[in-house]
């Protein structure tokens, strides 16, 4: 029997796939469905993490197609960025040849994989076509008052010498190069996206098609806070407005804390030793997310205010590390009984802690190491005692207002987007400073901006800032000298509108074609990993929100459904001296790991692959192997693909033996000798029976139960053939249906195979495969599943389902599944079309 060979196979079909440009999509035909995964960085090798994003993708893709939607899946590349410019200085390349060799070398990687992908549609962030578009839509944000310029503290990267935006702070450092961020006062360029925080967060709850943990995390985000602004009186008779969420707190305040920056400082700015703690503090602040995971720092200023409910007490004024001057008023009241930073804060410097609120009326309560904060009845607090806690927020605030010393505020932890980098490699900002004095957009028709080609990667700083001669220029208006604007736009204004582009991505004179976008968007089905929860697809909703109304959306959100993928995870191996090691370079001896020159290796946990951890599996290295289909396979079949998924060498094995299974049973249908036909109605409904549950695991994302259910369906084949229990005829027909399904998962040995049954190059083109629900629904019978004898679910099955069926229906089922995990399953009693009894060795 001939053997496959997935290579010859590959090659034959990927070139027929490219010439017969199989998966370009029609002009508005239809029912739509717009498939997108992650906006992939160039770097110059897919890794496991785009092999199973993508082909998750395009399963879903595959399958709409099949189903007879005109589909959109496009692909781009977010190219521009600093780890760019830095790699192409260490290679002594320009950043722009070394970015478009990594996206030639990605693209043939992703074209071998398979995948169903338009690539006419292709779009790529540093090519001058795009980012002209870019620019003109800055300049649409610039008229409409969304886009401004103000001098303010940014995160302040000393390493990669340009600014962060907050998001891209993790834990007070880099998210690129580790270093610990600084605050740097510098005149930025902002998106005002905080004119949209209300809509933002109120259209999340619209978002049925998203992960809850998504939208938490957003809303988190977006952070809306209802509190009041209170105004005390400094003994220099100056006012400190300070905001708080818990005014009903307000007699047990022990002292002010303000941020390091706040113009109260001014009275003490030439203090050495404030200067001194002030650098420090602004070196560590970073961002709210990490304040509560930073020591608590203070400097006690030479002044304090006046309680305003409180006869003659005072409470000493703090200069702190953990207050944030652009959230709230840069200023608060520390109630250390109830807030576990103003406790940790008091207890170093020995301040005052009263608790006000108990869990019970006129009850008092100890504070010790931990701040009670969860509801109750207010005590130590003078015409406040007894009532509840919302009780006491509001009295407070009627009798702050009506003492005119503040008022009501609802604020957002959410801040205007600062979009400045002081780098070459990014869209150029298309703005003009007139010597006159003005600031003036670029017009319309002398767009694009475009990089200089001639740059010095010598010099520190940012190179467009040293170049000779770019930045001088003249007004095209009125004939003024002018310099352009030398930061360039962060990243993320990139890819916070590259889904729009898709639509219509040859569009010469708009960012996009109205009728196009109004087509294709929103983007039907979005992968990505939870990673993007924040950064892009906050940023996205935003430009969409903001673009709304000018170019005439019929959608207000980008993103109907959004999936977030696991990591595929690989033990990790270093030698004795800490040096990380690549897992192809780890032999196993005797039950121990060596290099080859038999350097002794350890190996570690299994963590998500990692460049820096040298945990990674080249996709190349496999498929070189094992082919394109068996990556595919063993990435859809080992886990739910929102877990994280285990590599393993005999996973992938054994997704190799199945595509050779694939086409030994071709092989075996064709010299399959029963010509007579007979129609078998249990075999036909089993196939009906399968075709639906895997319709099904597929429109759900169960992408491992799909693949499973298709292991069953090559077994039934198989059994057929094996007993000569139909005819060729009907064998071929149920091989076609199981082919044309196996088309969206692995579509080189299915488009083989399909070939040699047909003679035929159609089965792209194909339909997916219909069931007869009235069949099924007059062989319906209830079986009861039972756990050790007690009865746990019961389940719709067909006349002589089989117990592999049965159970596999049950682990979708959440009690039952929870109850498994936990368990060992000893046997199972199946009693056909009756009952179904797991046995564990639960006591």
């Known amino acids: 029997m001939e053997k496959y060979n997935p290579l010859v196979v590959e090659n034959k079909w990927q070139s027929f796939f490219e010439k017969n440009q199989i998966f370009k999509t029609k002009k508005n035909l239809g029912k739509k469905f717009y498939c997108l995964e992650m906006f992939p960085y160039p770097s110059g090798n897919i890794h496991m993490g785009h092999v199973r994003n993508y082909t998750l993708g395009d399963v879903i893709a595959n399958y709409k197609r099949l189903k007879g939607y005109n589909v959109l899946h496009p692909m781009g590349w977010d190219a521009f960025g600093l780890p760019a410019e830095n790699a192409a200085i260490q290679n ?24 169903s992908i338009d690539w006419d549609k292709e779009v790529s962030t540093c090519d001058e076509n795009y980012y002209k578009q870019q620019q003109s839509l800055f300049s649409f944000f610039f008229k409409k008052g969304l886009v401004y310029k103000k001098e303010s503290y940014v995160n302040w990267d000393p390493i990669d010498q340009t600014v962060l935006a907050n998001e891209q702070v993790i834990d007070g450092k880099g998210w690129r190069s580790g270093a610990i961020v600084e605050k740097k006062k510098l005149s930025q360029w902002f998106l005002n996206i905080t004119k949209y925080s209300d809509e933002l967060l109120e259209s999340l709850e619209n978002l049925t098609g998203w992960p809850e943990k998504v939208k938490l995390m957003q809303k988190n985000w977006i952070g809306k806070s209802i509190g009041c602004e209170i105004d005390f009186l400094t003994n220099n008779n100056e006012k400190i407005k300070i905001f708080t969420t818990r005014p ?42 990490s304040l509560s995971k930073n ?8 002044y304090f205010v006046h309680h305003p409910f409180i006869k003659d007490k005072k409470l000493p004024i703090y200069v702190s590390n953990f207050i944030l001057l652009d959230y709230g008023t840069g200023a608060i009241y520390g109630c250390p009984a109830h807030d576990q930073r103003d406790l940790e804060f008091a207890l170093k410097y020995k301040l005052e802690v009263l608790p006000v609120v108990s869990p019970n009326k006129s009850q008092d309560i100890k504070i010790k190491d931990e701040a009670y904060v969860d509801d109750g009845f207010i005590i130590n607090s003078d015409f406040l005692n007894d009532l509840s806690v919302n009780e006491a927020k509001r009295k407070i605030i009627k009798i702050v207002e009506d003492k005119k010393i503040g008022n009501s505020k609802t604020i957002y932890r959410l801040k205007d987007w600062g979009i400045s980098r002081q780098r070459y490699w990014g869209c150029p900002i298309p703005i003009l400073y007139r010597e006159d004095g003005k600031i003036i957009p670029v017009p319309e028709k002398d767009l694009p901006i475009t990089l200089p080609e001639d740059i010095d990667f010598n010099k520190p700083g940012n190179p467009l800032e040293n170049h000779p001669t770019w930045k001088y220029t003249k007004c095209p208006e009125t004939g003024m000298k002018a310099i352009r604007e030398t930061d360039t736009l962060d990243t993320f204004v990139d890819s916070s509108w590259y889904f729009l582009r898709f639509c219509s991505p040859k569009e010469q004179k708009l960012p996009f074609n109205e009728e196009n976008v109004n087509y294709w968007m929103p983007v039907d089905q979005y992968i990505g990993g939870v990673e993007h929860a924040i950064l892009h697809l906050l940023y996205s909703r935003f430009f969409t929100l903001a673009l709304k109304d000018e170019f005439k959306f019929k959608f207000s959100e980008p993103f109907q459904n959004l999936f977030t993928q696991g990591m595929v995870c690989h033990p990790t191996f270093k030698t004795e001296k800490g040096d990380w090691v690549f897992p192809k370079d780890v032999k196993f001896e005797d039950g121990k790991y060596f290099l080859n020159n038999k350097l002794k290796v350890l190996k570690g946990d299994s963590q998500a692959m990692s460049k820096s951890k040298k945990n990674i599996v080249d996709p190349d290295d496999i498929i070189k192997i094992y082919g394109s289909d068996a990556v595919r396979w063993f990435i859809l079949s080992d886990s739910p693909p929102d877990r994280d998924i285990q590599w393993s060498d005999s996973g992938i094995q054994g997704a190799y033996k199945y595509v050779q299974k694939i086409f030994r049973t071709c092989e075996k249908i064709l010299d399959y000798q029963k010509t007579n036909e007979n129609f078998d109605k249990n075999f036909l409904i089993k196939v009906d029976i399968l075709v639906k549950e895997i319709s099904d695991c597929v429109e759900k994302f169960q992408m491992n139960v799909a693949v499973a259910k298709l292991y069953t369906f090559l077994n039934l084949l198989n059994d057929e053939i094996e007993k000569l229990g139909v005819g060729k005829k009907s064998l071929i027909d149920v091989f076609k249906k199981y082919l044309i399904i196996i088309s969206a998962f692995i579509p080189y040995v299915a488009n083989e195979c399909w070939e040699k049954v047909t003679k035929k190059t159609d089965l792209a083109i194909q339909e997916w495969p219909k069931f007869d629900n009235e069949s099924l629904r007059k062989d319906e019978f209830n079986v009861v599943v039972q756990i050790n004898g007690k009865k746990r679910a019961i389940i719709n099955a067909i006349h002589n389902e089989t117990e592999e069926s049965i159970f596999s229906k049950s682990l979708a089922i959440k009690n039952i599944k929870v109850i498994l995990e936990k368990t060992t399953i000893t046997k199972k009693i199946f009693v056909k079309n009756k009952l179904l009894n797991i046995v564990t060795n639960e006591k």
């Open 295 to 302: 020591e608590k720092l203070g400097f006690k200023t030479p």
């Open 92 to 115: 002594k390349l320009h950043p722009v040849v070394w970015t478009k060799k990594n996206i030639a070398v990605m693209k043939s990687q992703l074209q071998r994989l398979g995948l």
């Open 248 to 289: 009903d707190t307000i007699f047990g305040a022990s002292f002010i804390a303000i941020a390091p920056d706040h113009p109260f400082t001014q009275f003490f700015e030439s203090d050495g030793n404030f200067l001194k703690f002030k650098k420090e503090a602004l070196k560590n602040i970073a961002i709210e997310s």
